[in-house]
């Protein structure tokens, strides 16, 4: 099980499920500013651990990710898809993992803010 907290430790999740071979660097808008090392899980082995209210989300332009970051030391832990056509995908910031070396999983470069390419 992979487990990730935020600096306050009010806000974990629980992974069911291996590192992945490759985390993700984008450089849209919203991953250069939150500054996030994407590992992606299908929902279901993602338990969220926070109390009722301990968190707050954000979601902006088209409306298809929901950014969830703790609400007392504002960590972003993690984007939920809001997006119908995917909804079976969640990226975690990989930064956050308490168990795993993160510095020994390939990084791979997306292009998010304009080709939606995978630079490698």
């Known amino acids: 099980m992979i487990e990730a907290a935020c600096l306050c430790g009010n806000l974990k999740l629980q992974i069911d499920g291996e590192v992945p071979a490759a985390l993700t660097s984008c450089n849209c808008t919203s991953c250069r500013r939150y500054a996030g090392l994407m590992a992606y899980f299908h929902p279901s082995k993602v338990r969220v651990v926070a109390g009722a ?3 707050h989300e954000y ?3 088209d409306k ?3 950014f969830v970051r703790c609400g007392e030391c504002g960590c972003f832990s993690h984007w939920r898809s809001l997006d119908p056509g995917q ?11 308490t168990n795993v070396d993160i510095g020994k999983v390939r990084i791979r470069r997306f292009d998010g803010a304009e080709t939606w390419k995978y630079l490698d």
Do not use: E
């Not at 909804?87 to 993992?97: C, E, H, I, Q, T």
């Open 59 to 61: 979601s902006w332009g």
């Open 87 to 97: 909804p079976d995908r969640l990226g975690v910031n990989a930064r956050l993992f």
């Open 64 to 66: 298809l990710l929901a």
């Open 53 to 55: 209210g301990s968190t």
